[in-house]
């Protein structure tokens, strides 16, 4: 019988990165019980809590992010760059990972190309409808990219076999109950419920919106809002229930909305599909070559959400409005969507780690 396979999950910089590797590892862990998983993440507290949290290995690597134009950092960044190269080839070293699985990020980057000087073969997810800085890098030299939407382009001349799965979405959702979200919220039931999400990036100007709307929004439903670390608002209301973020509960109080406002980042995207949630989706612009707005635009064009410019923010109440009021409009957005991404994307990707690793240790 091979031996146990050994997979290090290398991505760093928020939840986004690592909620989606936690569920191929759950996947892995199905098809292959004795799979020894270690993480390679940022020095971020959230990462390092949840991972502590879940009782799996893993190393803190400090990787500095690519600069743009010329700056102090840039100037500092061949050798920060170096020493992050240096510290992941260590860890490559001790872990002796038969694959690395890598969600894209600065932390990533040091890792993989450690990974390919070691010879050690690296499956690549791009969540996104364009490939990020750091997707891009790792593309060129990983053995398998995996995307997460159909239209994701990868350069011809890269020799990276490119396969499309889906992104993987938390188990959980799977459990995710309505009664639970009445319980966590206080809401009764009896009326309709609006969740906006605002996220880590780009929510000031939704948490404005909101603000602004407030009144009216609840007149129209009892209010999820989530804010956004460090953006908390002050508002207090029964039918008001407002966090900074939350994660273990999130796919209950999913579970309870009839209408989810967000922004378009993947990793949201993909849970609603997974639920089949009817989305009103405001894409932050002018970040990372406008993925957001390309993601949104490609659901679009499915008819799987209902986009709104952030320059019509103001509208969101009577957009809202005019969803809450037609159920057939709801029912077809939530099945558009759920079928506008595969739901066993985390079985797929796991799939392709485990062979890899299997190959891996032949050749070794």
Same mark, same amino acid.
């Given at each position: 019988m091979p031996r146990s396979p050994t997979i290090l999950f290398a991505g760093g910089g928020s939840l986004g990165h690592l909620v989606?590797?936690?569920?191929?590892?759950?996947?892995?862990?199905?098809?292959?019980?004795?799979?020894r998983a270690v993480f390679v993440c940022a020095?971020?507290?959230?990462?390092?809590?949840?991972?502590?949290?879940?009782?799996?290995s893993f190393h803190v690597l400090r990787a500095p992010k690519s600069p743009r134009g010329f700056s102090l950092s840039l100037l500092a960044f061949p050798t920060s760059f170096i020493a992050s190269c240096r510290q992941a080839k260590k860890i490559l070293r001790e872990v002796r990972p038969d694959v690395v699985f890598s969600k894209g990020g600065s932390v990533s980057v040091p890792v993989c190309l450690m990974a390919k000087f070691l010879r050690i073969p690296i499956v690549l997810h791009e969540s996104d409808s364009v490939m990020s800085v750091s997707t891009k890098f790792i593309a060129k030299f990983a053995t398998?990219?995996? &995307? $997460?939407? =159909? +239209?994701?382009?990868?350069?011809?001349?890269?020799?990276?076999? #490119?396969?499309? &799965? $889906?992104? =993987? +979405?938390?188990?959980?959702?799977?459990?995710?109950?309505?009664? #639970?979200?009445?319980?966590?919220t206080g809401f009764s039931g009896r009326r309709p419920v609006v969740m906006i999400i605002g996220g880590s990036q780009g929510s000031v100007a939704l948490n404005n919106a909101v603000s602004t709307a407030l009144t009216e929004l609840l007149n129209l439903a009892d209010i999820i809002h989530l804010?956004?670390?460090g953006k908390m608002k002050t508002a207090s209301h029964a039918r008001y229930f407002v966090r900074p973020s939350v994660t273990d509960d999130l796919p209950h109080l999913y579970a309870i909305s009839d209408v989810v406002v967000s922004?378009?980042?993947?990793?949201?995207?993909?849970?609603?599909?997974?639920?089949?949630?009817?989305?009103?989706?405001?894409?932050l612009t002018g970040v990372a070559h406008d993925h957001q707005l390309r993601n949104a635009e490609y659901l679009r064009k499915e008819d799987a959400v209902l986009l709104l410019p952030q320059e019509h923010i103001a509208t969101l109440g009577t957009v809202i409005e005019t969803l809450l009021d037609d159920e057939s409009r709801r029912k077809k957005l939530g099945s558009a969507l759920q079928r506008a991404f595969p739901s066993d994307a985390a079985k797929t990707i796991a799939s392709i780690v485990l062979?890899?690793?299997?190959?891996?240790?032949?050749?070794?």
């Open positions: 989606p590797s936690l569920a191929v590892l759950g996947e892995l862990k199905k098809m292959r019980h004795d799979t020095d971020r507290r959230e990462e390092t809590e949840r991972l502590l949290q879940a009782g799996y398998v990219i995996c &995307t $997460g939407f =159909p +239209v994701t382009i990868l350069p011809s001349r890269y020799k990276t076999i #490119a396969r499309h &799965t $889906g992104n =993987p +979405v938390r188990a959980e959702l799977r459990t995710a109950s309505v009664s #639970a979200g009445k319980r966590i804010t956004g670390v922004r378009a980042g993947a990793g949201v995207l993909s849970e609603l599909s997974a639920l089949g949630k009817p989305a009103i989706i405001i894409p062979a890899e690793a299997s190959s891996s240790q032949i050749q070794s």
